[in-house]
């Protein structure tokens, strides 16, 4: 008997959507055979940061800095003005981000680390608390190497991979209060708040929950930074399921949430379109001033930070691009596609599936793996081996140590990340996926774990080796 075929929309019982462009320019694709990528994997020590690309036929390690730009932006880079001071494009930069970010004062970074540093050296003092909703490696890092004290104060739910709380980015304000309560005011450096939260699966935080942060912060003299590296995805989660924003822009929600903090940090690889860029924002002139003064010494003059002038012009063209409602529904869709295929399928994911990427629960997917054997990082080493696709670990190996006993952290979470660049593949690449997602779970049982037998010091997943077991 034969079937009439239906069209993806149909099949999900809704309207198709597309995305908001069509394909002017398109990058050859190759697969190597089984034995390539076993060879390729090998010498990789199963870290898929250590593989090359030309090894790796459909790319989901990150979203960072792999968008594909658009001819908009193409046209920009060729309009870099390469002064080494003054150069328009920063200003066109900067007009951007105080038009849609709010902030008033802005130095270039060559990406998110580099803001994420000035900051953590400006106002934590050392032995000050940073509470935050969930760590980001590099931003704890930093935290850290300026001395401070990082406490995650995100809501329970989040660190649960089957809660359906609309907002697990949210923070947990007893949380915080409890912690001035012990400490004091004085203690803590700042409220260290992402949207969406990466490690907690893409989550996003309401609207609700970061004003009453802001109230409870003046309260106690407080300062809120935002980690803003996906929040044009998290403005959409709030349009999408908080009263009262349905009818707003993203623009519009984008703008309001960045009011109730004192200045962010930002990843421009991710949201804003481009393959390279950052920025730091804030709204202290005091806090400028320095930021203004040390962004010379690690980054290069406050009117570049590292940067090229055609990056910061494709950058100010890419964040009018990013912001507009077709482009993150269409974003956010083709995520949400490629998990519907999962949870059919009845592969366990994070849920529920945030906003960049789709979190596989290695817990869940290997019971018979303890966290000690790294399941997440086994997990990605399998799919790599099935279909020549890369992901990455969330779980153990990047969670890293803690810096005074010495031991691993052991997260909740133990997730193996497919991170989907915006703009970049189709949804029959989703397809592909999701059928080598499904051949390496029915395989499941058989699958042993790793053992880890190089450890660099900081950010050890990015260059870790491991063996099988
Ligand atoms: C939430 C978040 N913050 C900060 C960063 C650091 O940014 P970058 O990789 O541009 O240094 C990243 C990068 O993955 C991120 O996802």
Known sequence: MTTTPQ???QQFGRRSWAEPWKIKMVEPLTMIDRAGRERALTEAGFNTFLLKSDDVYIDLLTDSGTSA???????GMMLGDEAYAGSRNFYHLEEAIQTYYGYKYIVPTHQGRGAEHLI?????????YVPGNMYFTTTRLHQELAGGIFVDVIIDEAHDPINLHPFKGNIDLNKVEALIK???????????????????????????????????????GIKIFLDATRMME???????REEGYADKT???????????????WMSAKKDHLVNIGGWLAVNDWDIFEEIRNLVVVYEGLHTYGGLAGRDMEALAIGIAEAVKDDHIRSRIGQVRYLGELL??????????????????????????????VFPAQTLAAELYLDSGIRSMERGVVSAGRDPHTGDHYYPKLELTRLTIPRRVYTQAHMDVVAESVKAVFDQREST??????????????FQARFERL
């Not at 399928?345 to 018979?368: S, T």
């Not at 042993?448 to 997943?461: D, H, N, Q, T």
Request: aromatic letters at 10%; glycine letters at 8%; hydrophobic letters at 40%.
């Open 7 to 9: 069209t993806m929309g």
């Open 69 to 75: 730009m658009s001819d908009r932006q193409w046209a």
């Open 120 to 128: 953590s050296q400006t106002v934590i003092k050392k032995g000050q």
């Open 182 to 220: 012990r400490e004091g005011a004085d203690k803590i450096a700042y409220i260290s708040v992402a949207g969406t939260v990466n490690m907690a699966g893409g989550q996003p935080v309401s609207m609700a929950n970061i004003k009453a942060l802001r109230e409870l912060c003046d309260k106690h």
């Open 234 to 240: 998290n403005a959409f989660f709030i349009q999408e």
């Open 250 to 264: 993203i623009a519009q929600i984008l703008k309001e949430f960045c009011s109730y903090t004192d200045g962010a």
């Open 343 to 372: 949870t059919d399928w009845n592969v366990p994911i994070m849920m529920p599936v945030g906003g960049h990427a789709i979190f596989l629960d290695a817990k869940r997917f290997y019971p018979h793996l303890p966290q000690s």
């Open 448 to 461: 042993r774990g790793l053992k880890m037998v190089y450890e660099p010091k900081y950010l050890r997943f």
